[in-house]
Nanobody, 123 residues
Framework: QVQLVESGGGLVQAGGSLRLSCAAS????????MGWFRQAPGKEREFVAA????????SYADSVKGRFTIFRDRAKNTVYLQMNSLKPEDTAVYYC????????????????WGQGTQVTVSS
């Protein structure tokens, strides 16, 4: 069984930075891509960023482009989300997810999910 464990969330003032981490454990599995999603209270879960595991190609939601950076450490089976210039509207529970194939990645229908970590940005 695969486990994805997020860490690094917390409370930060607007304009500040946080780095989220997602460590994968359990049975050995090679994801096609890893991604970050978020869900704010009363809203649907939305895509934030993704990175293909082999090539390291990245993609971002328009709302975070230029502020957030996704990167991975394949040796540690860990993916990170560096969040800079945070805004109150970035407040949400952030989820790490793995896509097992290109179809899941393209459709943003990821297969494996972490439990989430809360990010709160105060104004």
């Amino acid at each position: 069984q695969v486990q994805l464990v997020e860490s690094g969330g917390g409370l930060v003032q607007a304009g500040g930075s946080l780095r989220l981490s997602c460590a994968a454990s359990g049975r050995t599995f090679s994801w096609y891509a890893m991604g970050w999603f978020r869900q704010a209270p009363g809203k649907e879960r939305e895509f934030v960023a993704a990175i293909t595991w082999s090539a390291g190609s990245t993609s971002y939601a328009d709302s975070v482009k230029g502020r957030f950076t996704i990167f991975r450490d394949r040796a540690k089976n860990t993916v990170y989300l560096q969040m800079n210039s945070l805004k109150p509207e970035d407040t949400a529970v952030y989820y790490c997810a793995g896509a097992r194939d290109s179809g899941s990645y393209i459709r943003r229908k990821y297969d494996d999910w972490g439990q989430g970590t809360q990010v709160t940005v105060s104004s």
